[in-house]
């Protein structure tokens, strides 16, 4: 009786666990339930096993990756814990062919090429890394091809749009408080865009890591690698402006140690940030979030004559794979630059043009 009782639990939470098939896109976090703990405890599914937590201790001592990118990879791997629960195995005895039902399984369900590959990365650090442990013998992702993903260019703002979106005023009834407030969206919004920052960097910026004297700001990007990033005259006199005007009165005489806080000297959020650019992006007509303003100090970078490896370096990309999606700016200002300097490149213009 007792495991009959137990495997009617498991498989409502496999029910509760398991997303619906749709013909609509599915939102990546669709498949996780509201009471997800608790039917984690109950039903004792071989996901929350010692290997998985040592798994994710090791992603965050000593790959030092950041905790939302260990939840994600959490989120991956229990979500394949609970395909192999319907088969009876546990993810140390997963196979080639659970591997492949369980990509299939999630391109049925109209999940994009992108997100099924992060899955299967996830797949393989895990399964690799019991591998090099000797927990298991054979890697069960091995020569399992990577979907494929649509090559799509990052969206990006024009330089007009850029502007007046630093530009936006932010009307309240306390024209005080107006004016606090639009100081430090300002600063905050430079930042983003003049230093082409995470939202999570900014969130995390302290007071000390700010070298207004030296032009630089001192970020801890993903890996926890820190890095200097410059940040242009614009991008410091609004902070300088914010520091004098505003942070005092939103500190509250609590002393707290980041650059950028809300009433209360609470901490901005993730999410509040993103409010406040999206917010700040509707006076100019465009859906902005602080990835298009990353976006676009990149690709404004590149326009005026920066090589890749300098934006590498500013962006915090670990690999120069990842700067090269702006590389088709980069091609067409060397043609240009080929035909206004080069005599035959003057030449073969002029031909192409006849």
Known sequence: MGGENKASTLSVALQLCTPPRSPRYLPRHSWRP????????????????????????????????????????????????YHLAKQKRSLPQ?????????????????????????????????YKYLLLDRHIQEDPTLNIET??????????????????????????????QQQMLMARDRALLEMLYGGGLRVSEVASVRLEDLKADLGYVMVRGKGDKDR???????????????????????????????????????????????????????????????????????????EGGADLRTVQTILGHSDISTTQVYTH??????????QKHHPRGKRSARALAV
Not at 246 to 265: D, H, I, Q, V, Y
Not at 329 to 338: E, F, G, M, N, P
Request: aromatic residues 6%.
């Open 329 to 338: 700016l980069a091609l067409d200002r060397l043609k240009s630059v080929h």
């Open 228 to 302: 200097l990033v410059p940040l242009g005259q614009p991008a410091l006199q609004a902070i300088k402006q914010y520091l004098r005007s505003s942070r005092p009165a939103l500190e509250a005489g609590k002393n707290s140690p980041f650059l950028f806080l809300g009433r209360g000297a609470r901490r901005l959020t993730r999410q509040r940030i993103w409010q406040i650019v999206r917010n700040a992006g509707q006076p100019a007509g465009c859906q902005a979030s602080p990835h298009m303003l990353r976006h676009s100090a990149a690709t404004h970078m590149v």
């Open 94 to 126: 997963a196979r080639r062919q659970d591997v492949h039902a369980f990509l299939a399984r999630l391109f049925s369900d109209q999940l994009d090429g992108r997100s099924v590959a992060r899955k299967l990365s996830a797949l393989r650090h895990f």
């Open 147 to 176: 979907p494929k993903q649509w090559r799509v260019l990052p969206k990006s703002l024009s330089r007009t749009q850029a502007k007046q979106l630093m530009e936006t005023e932010r009307p309240l009834a306390d024209k005080k």
């Open 34 to 81: 509201r009471n997800y703990e608790n039917i984690l405890r109950v039903a004792s599914l071989p996901a929350k096993d010692a290997l998985l937590s040592t798994f994710l201790d090791y992603l965050k001592v000593e790959k030092g990756l950041a905790q939302l990118t260990v939840t994600a990879y959490e989120r991956d791997l229990l979500q394949f814990a």
